[in-house]
């Protein structure tokens, strides 16, 4: 897992959106709409509270423990060990049933963090389990990430983020608003607030941040929730793919649909804003709509 120690500047904003959206997507794929809300409630705070006068290893071992029940990972054991390294931690992805995970030693005197760790490398096994991964280390960590917070663990990640006038410190491989993105993505899906469990002022400021990014991806043509600016544009390329018909999409990069010509008529294609899959539904007024992934419901003004 990625390392930003203290000192080290921090990456800010949304430079791996589309990479956190494919994650997402997969995960639906792979899970079910069934198998994902299987990871409701979150972890709660308690199971990976750590007190300075707990053993380090049994404490350790109790919050691994934690890991596993939450993402329901049947005869793993965790046996976590500290040593001297570049990056934050590590998981032996062997067939188990134990499984080895080592963290950086200067988890012993910032233990409050080590729940954060271990979320990342526990859901290296369940996604091995899963056998799902991404091609590259760095989207294969980014769909860690990704899954860790999105499947109700993760948010530990984003509470481990602390930045000063003199130093930072940040773990894994997502921005801290990415993070608050994800949490976001999963608190509409699961109606659940995670804002009241952060420590780390840091971490809800980069939440409310990645919550307004989700919000307006709720609110984009052709959902009927959009603003007025983005019905007017959406009403004018649809004029132009109605007058035009087999022509080219009109819309631009950002523009988050597109028409597509077909026998039964022009068709919109838009991402559901819950799990990103593609949706193509008539241009034919207000039309309701259920994404077949996330079963989200689409109300829709095409």
């Not at 028409?259 to 593609?278: K, S, W, Y």
């Amino acid at each position: 897992m990625a390392d930003s120690p203290r000192g080290n500047p921090v990456v800010h904003g949304f430079p791996h959106l589309d990479t956190v959206r494919s994650a997402i997507t997969a995960l639906y794929r792979r899970l079910s709409y069934d198998g994902v809300h299987r990871f409701a409630p979150s972890l709660a705070p308690a199971d990976a509270a750590f007190a300075d006068a707990d053993d380090l290893h049994l404490g350790a071992q109790r919050v691994a423990r934690a890991m596993v029940q939450h993402l329901r990972l049947p005869d793993a054991r965790m046996v976590v060990a500290f040593r001297a390294m570049e990056h934050a931690g590590s998981v032996e992805l062997a067939a188990g049933p134990e499984y080895f995970i080592e963290l950086n030693d200067r988890f012993r005197t910032h233990r409050r963090d080590i729940g954060a760790a271990l979320s990342h490398e526990v859901m290296h096994v369940l996604l091995h389990r899963l056998g799902l991964e991404f091609p590259g280390t760095r989207d294969n960590e980014i769909l860690t990430d990704t899954a860790a917070a999105y499947l109700g663990a993760g948010w530990l990640l984003l509470d481990a983020f602390r930045e000063d006038a003199t130093s930072s410190q940040k773990l894994g491989y997502l921005t801290p608003e990415e993070f608050g993105y994800v949490l976001a993505k999963r608190a509409l899906a699961f109606d659940e607030d995670p804002s009241p469990w952060f420590t780390s002022p840091q971490a809800y400021t980069a939440y409310t941040k990645g919550r307004a990014q989700a919000l307006r991806e709720s609110a984009q043509p052709p959902l009927t929730a959009a603003g007025w600016a983005g019905r007017r544009r959406y009403a004018k390329d649809r004029r132009y793919a109605q007058d035009h018909p087999g022509a080219a999409p009109v819309p631009g990069p950002g523009v988050p649909y597109a028409f597509e010509a077909g026998g039964d008529g022009l068709r919109v294609a838009f991402a559901c804003p819950t799990c990103h899959q593609r949706n193509r539904v008539p241009v034919r007024g207000r039309v309701r709509a259920r994404c077949a992934l996330c079963r989200t419901v689409l109300d829709c003004t095409t």
